[in-house]
């Protein structure tokens, strides 16, 4: 989401945004079309995303979606050696 919202609106209203919900949503409104426009494509069609990156990486691991992300540069490593995703899992940066 965070991505999304970075690459979809302006870097200036995203690092002044207030703390008022309301105007978060309006200044993030062109990230949330967007994410509306490809909900078809998304695991269950955008209804409902992983709550946390386990879980993403438990469905990434038993085929439910293609891909998972992480920051630590040696999950993939460590999670192949124990042998909880393939070997074929290949990185993409």
């Known amino acids: 989401m965070r991505t999304i919202i970075y690459n979809t ?3 200036e209203t995203i690092k002044n945004l207030p703390a008022d919900e309301s105007e978060v949503k309006k200044d993030i ?6 994410l509306k426009e490809i909900a078809p494509n998304l695991w269950r069609e955008g209804k409902t995303y992983p709550t946390n990156l386990p879980q993403l990486d438990n469905m990434y691991a038993d085929g439910e979606v293609n891909f998972t992300m992480n920051y630590a540069p040696f ?13 074929t899992f290949q ?3």
């Open 29 to 34: 409104a062109p990230a949330m079309d967007y």
């Open 91 to 93: 990185k993409h940066l």
């Open 75 to 87: 999950t993939a490593t460590q999670k192949i050696a124990k042998g909880e995703w393939k070997k």
């Open 9 to 11: 609106c302006d870097l």
